[in-house]
């Protein structure tokens, strides 16, 4: 079995952790904050590392997962990169940006140390049940490679391209998943101040052409009840759709509606602060327009 390397323990790296550990792969994690670090090493039964680099000395497999490409390559340039053995596998599981991507992909190269950037979708529930997509860019060996590891927390696995291809897919899914935040956010506030329940719009559009996760689960789960739960951070969508408007800008796309919502998530940000999760968007809208979705 390939041995594994889990550098990130963050909300979503903790439970994709966890399940390689229960898959039998033989681990080691760091994580920036040591104290988190200790906790969950002790927690799932693991050797502690002091550092990034006693972490990855072994590994055949660096599974990684920053808040951002720009945190990745910093760890990497601190030290990582020499450490990591010639023939290792980076697995980054951030949803990060593609030309950061590449530019990591060819500094590892040149070490003889394949790079896959291979974001993830579904959520900190779908990483607990192993359920989560994970979108691969990189060479098909390579994914082929690492797939063992990669079926510890994923269950849609798909190529969608040479490195830098998986970013730029997830960066646009995360465009779509604000819209529709921000969209049924608004249709929601408006039919609530005009009088309509939102339990019995949603009912409606659940069965109808306007439905989408966000209608489907988020605000049945989350908002309805009042409930906001913290798993995914608002700063991090910011993040998302900012790639995502910056790949239509860089391939001379018009995106107006990207754009806008990129801006929308940066104010929501401003507004709310950087532990606010993601679905906390819609208290903006409820603050503009005066009226509360419950
Ligand atoms: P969190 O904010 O919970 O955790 C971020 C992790 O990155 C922490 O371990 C943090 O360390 C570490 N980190 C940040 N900056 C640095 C740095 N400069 N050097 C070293 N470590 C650093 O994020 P999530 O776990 O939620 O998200 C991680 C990635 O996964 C993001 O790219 C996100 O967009 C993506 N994602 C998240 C999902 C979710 O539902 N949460 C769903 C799908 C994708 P420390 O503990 O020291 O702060």
Do not use: Y
Not at 87 to 115: C, E, N, Q, W, Y
Not at 184 to 196: C, D, M, N, P, R
């Amino acid at each position: 079995m390939q041995s594994v390397a889990f550098l990130g323990l963050g909300s979503i790296g903790r439970p994709m952790a966890r399940r390689l550990k229960a898959a039998g792969f033989p681990l080691t994690v760091w994580n920036r904050t040591a104290e988190r670090a200790t906790v969950f090493a002790n927690e799932i039964g693991v050797p502690l590392s002091r550092s990034a680099r006693d972490a990855i000395k072994d590994a055949d497999v660096v599974a990684i997962c920053l808040s951002t490409s720009a945190d990745v390559e910093q760890v990497l340039n601190a030290g990582a990169i020499v450490g990591i053995k010639s023939g290792a596998t980076v697995l980054d599981l951030t949803s990060g940006d593609p030309a950061t991507s590449k530019r990591m992909a060819a500094a590892l190269a040149t070490k003889k140390i394949a790079f896959i950037d291979a974001p993830v979708s579904g959520g900190v529930k779908g990483a607990e049940a192993g359920t989560l997509t994970v979108m691969c860019g990189g060479d098909a060996k390579d994914i082929e490679r690492v797939r063992p590891v990669i079926e510890a927390f994923g269950k849609t696995i798909v190529h969608c391209g040479p490195v830098g291809s998986g970013d730029a897919v997830k960066a646009m899914n995360q465009a779509l998943l604000a819209l529709t935040i921000w969209g049924t956010g608004e249709v929601l506030v408006a039919l609530a101040k005009s009088g309509v329940s939102p339990r019995v719009a949603l009912e409606v559009i659940n069965a109808s052409s306007g439905r989408s996760n966000a209608s489907m689960n988020l605000f049945p789960e989350r908002v309805l009840n009042r409930s906001f739960p913290r798993t995914f951070r608002l700063a991090l969508m910011d993040k998302d759709a900012r790639i995502a408007a910056q790949i239509a800008r860089d391939e001379h796309v018009p995106a107006p509606l990207t754009q806008l919502v990129a801006d929308l998530c940066s104010a929501a940000r401003m507004e709310l602060g950087e532990e606010a999760d993601h679905v906390e968007t819609v208290q903006v809208i409820e603050r503009w327009a005066g009226a509360q979705i419950k």
